[in-house]
């Protein structure tokens, strides 16, 4: 694709809920990021990919969260047990080896 | 101490004025370097790239490094409204970001 698209772009879980979301990055770029945005914060890191293999996962805040990328595309990040500090943008950015990252639009995640 | 620090406004000008932005950093081994802008409700679009120390200009975009003094900048010259959204700096390969710049530029 032309960009890196993220779904949903707006997700509202209760508190306790599962939530799964999803990262398409472009097509060819083997780097794959993920990023957790506070409001009024910059993006704070999560995790790494590079093809398939998870690289760093030193960010991830808890063992609640989980991410994945089995087929060295499509990334899924997980958070189980949703609590209300879970609220926030949720990032993802892919890119080249040595090249600058392309972020997508986010999901806006809400706990209530 | 965050790794980086960033002003973080809010930063407002007149059209035509140049702006700079910096940001400080912690970590001498930060080789990567880059300015990120974010528009209201969209992720972070990549403005400037840069390895190691120098200038790099890109249109009414200069960005600079300082590595003995472990500050980066971004001057925006003959700013714009559109101009107007927050900006990041950030580090490494990973990507430490600042907490970002609000820069509003007024017609």
């Known amino acids: 694709g032309?960009?890196?698209?993220?779904?949903?772009?707006y997700k509202v879980a209760k508190r306790g809920q599962d939530v799964a979301l999803?990262?398409?990055?472009?097509?060819?770029?083997?780097?794959?990021?993920?990023?957790?945005?506070?409001?009024?914060?910059?993006?704070?890191?999560?995790?790494?990919?590079?093809?398939?293999?998870?690289?760093?996962?030193?960010?991830?805040?808890?063992?609640?969260?989980?991410?994945?990328?089995?087929?060295?595309?499509?990334?899924?990040?997980?958070?189980?047990?949703?609590?209300?500090?879970?609220?926030?943008?949720?990032?993802?950015?892919?890119?080249?080896?040595?090249t600058g990252y392309t972020f997508g639009s986010g999901t806006r995640l809400t706990v209530v | 101490q965050k790794e980086v620090e960033q002003d973080p406004g809010p930063l407002s000008v007149p059209e035509g004025a140049i702006v700079s932005l910096n940001c400080t950093y912690s970590n001498s081994a930060f080789q990567y370097f880059m300015w990120y802008r974010q528009y209201s409700r969209k992720g972070p679009e990549l403005l400037m790239y840069t390895y190691s120390s120098g200038n790099k200009e890109d249109g009414r975009f200069t960005a600079?490094?300082?590595?003995?003094?472990?500050?980066?900048?971004?001057?925006?010259?003959?700013?714009?409204?559109?101009d107007s959204a927050t900006y990041l700096c950030a580090v490494s390969r990973q990507l430490t970001f600042g907490s970002g710049t609000q820069l509003t530029v007024l017609p």
């Open chain 1, 2 to 9: 032309a960009g890196v698209s993220q779904s949903p772009r």
């Open chain 1, 22 to 98: 999803r990262c398409d990055p472009i097509s060819g770029h083997v780097s794959l990021f993920w990023y957790q945005q506070a409001l009024g914060q910059g993006p704070e890191f999560l995790t790494y990919f590079q093809n398939e293999a998870q690289l760093d996962k030193s960010g991830l805040p808890s063992d609640r969260f989980f991410a994945e990328r089995p087929e060295g595309s499509v990334s899924t990040l997980k958070i189980q047990r949703t609590q209300q500090e879970d609220s926030a943008v949720y990032l993802c950015a892919s890119s080249l080896v040595g």
């Open chain 2, 64 to 82: 600079q490094v300082d590595k003995s003094s472990k500050y980066i900048s971004l001057f925006i010259r003959d700013s714009q409204p559109s």
